[in-house]
């Protein structure tokens, strides 16, 4: 016996039921290829940052301003005991910002900053201050003091951005 001959409806039927199939598969295979690309797209932006973004003017304003120095004048000069012998250090340093702000809070605190790096120079030992990590720790030390003023006085401390020591000479 033959098989029963299909009819109009029941081919028009199973195009439906494979295409249904096929069509369903398209989209999910569209949608997670949507979702890819715009979370690839959301991640670069967030990594790279827009340029619109008011954060990051302020950020490329801040970094774009040019240095100013604050020389603090006249040399600090402090004497230490060391190997029975008495030894004097002479040292003139450089504050550095890009803030003119705190290029004013650090000169009208001028007294008071050379008060305290005077204090951290003339505790010093002979021996720390003449290896270069001794050096080292001494200038940081120093420009924590410094920071610490700027911030006591209503300024942002970390805007002192460095300090450098352009003469060091200990005899």
Do not use: H
Request: net charge negative; charged share 25%.
């Amino acid at each position: 016996m033959a098989p029963p001959a299909a009819t109009n409806d029941d081919l028009e039927e199973g195009a439906a039921a494979k295409s249904a199939k096929g069509g369903s598969g398209g989209l999910i295979i569209t949608v997670l290829l949507l979702l890819i690309l715009g979370g690839g797209g959301f991640t670069a932006y967030k990594l790279l940052g827009s340029k619109d973004d008011p954060k990051n003017k302020d950020a490329a304003k801040e970094q774009m301003l040019p240095a100013r120095y604050v020389t603090l004048d006249p040399p600090f000069v402090v004497n230490f005991q060391a190997e029975s012998a008495v030894r004097f250090l002479q040292i003139t340093i450089g504050i550095m910002t890009r803030d003119l702000e705190i290029e004013k809070i650090i000169k009208e605190n001028d007294p008071r900053i050379r008060n305290d790096l005077l204090l951290i120079l003339g505790n010093q030992n002979y021996q720390a201050v003449s290896t270069l990590e001794g050096k080292e720790d001494l200038r940081k030390r120093c420009l924590e003091s410094v920071r610490t003023v700027v911030l006591e006085s209503g300024g942002d401390g970390p805007k002192v951005e460095a300090l450098y020591f352009t003469s060091f000479v200990m005899q």
